[in-house]
């Protein structure tokens, strides 16, 4: 039953990343700058970034089926696999809203938003460690 939800609740979220890739890619300039470092800015073609980051989401989202048939009898890891890819489409579109923020003309203060990313990957690290947390102490049977 887990595995139903969280095989739900995933696709969801890819077809919401893949929604968000594509409002992105529509908003931004030819030129888009994707870090702002010490020398100056890191820059990238927006089609380049639009094609890696649906190479990135594809391969992640890609990988949910690969588990599923190394492991068919172990429902517990897939679900919680599928869990792991709901997280990292969530951080994939947190990051991509914040590219198309950063280059938008608006002023904003991006201090205000740190907690979001860190949060984002906060949930991916917290997600990822759960499993052997689950597996030493126990807490499901696997099948």
């Not at 995933?10 to 890619?25: G, H, K, P, T």
């Not at 947190?94 to 938008?104: Q, Y």
């Not at 906060?122 to 807490?139: E, H």
Request: charged share 15%.
């Amino acid at each position: 039953m887990v595995l139903k939800v969280f095989r739900a609740v995933w696709f969801l979220s890819a077809v919401l990343v893949l929604a968000d890739l594509l409002y992105v890619y529509a908003s931004l300039p030819e030129v888009v700058a994707v870090q702002e470092a010490e020398g100056g800015q890191v820059l990238l073609d927006r089609e380049i970034l639009f094609y890696v980051m649906l190479v990135l989401v594809a391969v992640c989202n890609v990988l949910v089926y690969l588990i599923s048939r190394l492991y068919p009898q172990q429902e517990a890891l897939r679900a919680w696999f599928h869990g792991l890819v709901i997280t990292l489409n969530i951080f994939f579109i947190i990051a991509l809203s914040l590219v198309s923020l950063f280059n938008s003309q608006e002023r904003f203060d991006y201090s205000r938003i740190g907690f979001v990313i860190y949060g984002s990957v906060g949930l991916v690290v917290l997600w990822a460690l759960s499993w052997p947390v689950i597996r030493i102490f126990g807490l499901s049977r696997p099948k």
